[in-house]
């Protein structure tokens, strides 16, 4: 077989994946602001109303989601933590949540917690692909749930050509939850792999 020969992917994930089967988009309209996920088609713009209500933390930083120690923190170091599995399985083989530990904004992070963003991210792309199942890891920023500075991983799957790009969180929501020991597997992976580099995987176990 050539190099350049297509073969349809081989791992446990993509024998599990629902191949040729239309998958039920209907819950993705609930994560979603005037979005038809049918035809990606926009609703008519809705009023702008001001003040906006405070985000997660943003008044009170007890009530951040991300400060508090979680049984789902696969790894973390002395700055940033890897936060997964805690809304159960994904149809993706990994999506993590990346979170400094202390509670600040990307607006007012001190830079010593910054510089270490851009190699952890690396890190967390090269853990993510030692999953057999996943060709890329993409990142992802959205700034209207928490106020703290938090990013998301999501893997992409090999050969999974419509799930490039921004599309990729859309089709998480679509995608059956894996199985339990399959998800669990994969986590691990990751957090072993971030761990060979320095800090510690599953700290709360």
Not at 9 to 12: F, L, Q, R, V
């Given at each position: 077989m050539s190099d350049h020969e297509q073969h349809p992917?081989?791992?446990?994930w993509h024998r599990w994946a629902p191949i040729g089967e239309t998958l039920d988009s209907s819950g993705v309209l609930e994560g979603l602001s005037g979005m038809s996920v049918a035809a990606f088609g926009l609703q008519p713009l809705a009023p702008m109303l001001v003040p906006e209500k405070p985000r997660g933390g943003e008044l009170d930083p007890s009530e951040c989601g991300h400060c508090r120690p979680s049984e789902h923190t696969i790894w973390q170091d002395d700055e940033w933590r890897v936060s997964a599995g805690f809304a159960g399985p994904s149809g993706l083989p990994f999506i993590g949540a990346i979170a400094p530990r202390s509670h600040v904004r990307l607006e007012d992070a001190p830079i010593e917690v910054l510089a270490g963003l851009v190699p952890l991210l690396q890190r967390i792309s090269e853990a993510g692909k030692a999953i057999p199942a996943v060709a890329r890891v993409h990142f992802s920023r959205w700034n209207d749930?928490?106020?703290r500075l938090h990013l998301w991983a999501y893997a992409r799957p090999a050969g999974m050509m419509q799930g490039r790009g921004a599309i990729l969180p859309f089709w998480e929501q679509c995608l059956?939850?894996?199985p339990d020991d399959m998800m669990r597997e994969n986590l691990e992976t990751v957090a072993c792999a971030l761990a060979a580099g320095g800090g510690e995987a599953f700290p709360n176990r």
């Open positions: 992917a081989d791992t446990g749930g928490s106020a059956p939850a894996m």
